[in-house]
């Protein structure tokens, strides 16, 4: 697989280094500082989670890796240890997706019917973070979720928007 051939690859090759001074002692006695490049050593190994393995390359002293599975003639690629198998529960059938859920249903599908880009908004989850407050403004506590999308038309555009009010 080619996905696998670039992982050796990579990790043969120390495709990420680590800058290094280095001082050198000249014939005069006076010193010399270098910069170099040192590759990383990239330590490679596997885990089996829900019968698919997960390939892992974490970087030397970095806190971090680069991990890949393969599945049903799917790449999963990922920073993150824990999207991939977040990732892997999806394409298992896991009950915990944004398309099983009521708020699908009800807010985007309709919406994804009829667009060609999709927006959807948790107000509850977001308004903390551009607001910057642990508390929303009671005004704004009665938006739940903001759906949003766009059908292009080559006079137009048109929009459908959805605010759901708890």
């Known amino acids: 697989m080619k996905i696998q051939e670039l992982a050796d690859n990579f990790s043969q090759i120390g495709a990420v280094f ?5 001082t050198h002692t000249l014939e005069d006695g006076t010193k010399s500082k270098e910069i170099i490049a040192v590759p990383e050593a990239i330590q490679r190994s596997e885990e089996t989670y829900k019968e698919v393995t997960i390939y892992k390359m974490e970087l030397g002293e970095r806190d971090w890796g680069i991990y890949y ?3 049903n003639q799917i790449a999963v690629i990922s920073l993150d240890m824990k999207g991939i198998k977040n990732t892997i529960d999806l394409l298992k059938g896991a009950d915990n997706s944004l398309r099983r859920s009521e708020i699908y249903v009800e807010q985007i599908s309709g919406v994804l019917s009829r667009s060609d ?3 959807y908004f948790n107000l509850g989850s977001l308004l903390p973070i551009i ?3 642990e508390e929303i403004p009671k005004i704004l506590r009665i938006f739940s979720t903001f759906s949003s999308g766009k059908n292009y038309f080559p006079d137009g555009i048109s929009s459908i928007n959805y605010l759901r009010i708890k």
């Open 18 to 22: 680590e800058p290094k001074v280095v």
């Open 117 to 119: 880009e999709l927006s």
């Open 131 to 133: 607001l910057e407050e």
């Open 69 to 71: 599975a393969l599945t």
